[in-house]
């Protein structure tokens, strides 16, 4: 049983970070090169729909590893799954701290009423983005670690 929930948690976490890894690196890039407000428009209809489901895909992911780390706490890899637990507590800490807030206010723009500095805003997301991948990505790593 603690096989398979250490296989369900690193699919899990795998399969979001490979969304995650899609919109910093082919979407975003995608959409910038849009003409004129298409690129907008799409960072804001990808707001709102990735802001529904990420928050519970990441919370989940969350909640799949600590239930692993403490049905495995005296088996082998314990401290890499707590140690993936902790990376995704940081993503969440971040995403609530630094991302949500630009992607509230992202969703509701529209070209007539997006604010002079929206450039420099979703880029500012895209920034802490790529950060927020990073810690996914060596979650993840551990994760499939620990399943060895």
Not at 16 to 44: K, T
Not at 46 to 58: A, D, T
């Amino acid at each position: 049983m603690l096989n398979a929930l250490g296989v369900v948690t690193t699919v899990v976490v795998g399969l979001m970070v490979g969304v995650e890894f899609c919109v910093a690196f082919i979407m975003s890039r995608i959409l910038n090169a849009l003409p004129e407000d298409s690129g907008q428009l799409g960072h804001a209809h990808g707001g709102r729909m990735l802001g529904r489901l990420m928050p519970f895909w990441y919370i989940g992911s969350l909640v799949l590893s600590a239930i692993w780390a403490v049905a495995g706490w005296d088996h082998h890899g314990a401290r890499l799954v707590v140690a993936a637990a902790g990376l995704l507590i940081v993503s969440v800490v971040m995403s609530i701290l630094l991302l949500v807030p630009i992607n509230n206010r992202n969703r509701t723009w529209t070209p007539e009423n997006r604010p002079a500095d929206w450039k420099e805003q979703l880029n500012r997301w895209e920034r802490y983005h790529y950060l927020r991948v990073a810690v996914i990505i060596a979650a993840f790593a551990l994760l499939a670690s620990a399943l060895v």
